[in-house]
Nanobody, 123 residues
Framework: QVQLVESGGGLVHPGESLRLSCTTS????????VAWFRQAPGKEREGVSA???????WYGDSMKGRNTVARDIAKNTAYLNLYSLKPEDTAVYYC?????????????????WGQGAQVTVSS
C-alpha cells in the first residue's frame, strides 16, 4: 500500500505559476510511475502529465507546454510545476502512483491516489 499526500494548491491569478508536491510513503518511488490528473466540477478526470519509472515525462493535451514534472527520489516526492495558469485550469489536482507501463494517462491504471489539492485561478 502506497500513501500519497499532495500539497501546494491554492488561489492564484491568471498568468501565475504554482508547484504541487506529492509526497509518498514508499522509499521506492523510482520504481513507480507517478501521474497527475485533474478534475473540474462537472467534468471527467483528465490526465495532466506523468513521469515513468524510467524517468520519461508524459504530457497530456490538457496543459501541454504549460507544465513540467519531476521527482526527488531522496525525498520520496514528485512535483508538478504549472505555468501561465488560466481560469479554466481551476480544478482539484490529484497525484497517482502505480507500476504502469502503458496507458499512463488513464486513471483506471492507478491504484494509489492522493486526496487532491484544490487549484483556483481567478482574478
Amino acid at each position: 500500500q502506497v500513501q500519497l499526500v499532495e500539497s501546494g494548491g491554492g488561489l492564484v491569478h491568471p498568468g501565475e505559476s504554482l508547484r504541487l508536491s506529492c509526497t509518498t510513503s514508499t522509499s521506492r518511488l523510482g520504481y513507480y510511475t507517478v501521474a497527475w490528473f485533474r478534475q473540474a466540477p462537472g467534468k471527467e478526470r483528465e490526465g495532466v502529465s506523468a513521469i515513468s519509472a524510467s524517468d520519461s515525462p508524459w504530457y497530456g493535451d490538457s496543459m501541454k507546454g504549460r507544465n513540467t514534472v519531476a521527482r526527488d527520489i531522496a525525498k520520496n516526492t514528485a512535483y508538478l510545476n504549472l505555468y501561465s495558469l488560466k481560469p479554466e485550469d481551476t480544478a482539484v489536482y490529484y497525484c497517482a502512483a502505480d507500476h504502469v507501463d502503458s496507458g499512463i494517462m488513464s486513471p483506471d491504471n492507478y491504484r494509489y491516489w492522493g486526496q487532491g489539492a484544490q487549484v483556483t485561478v481567478s482574478s
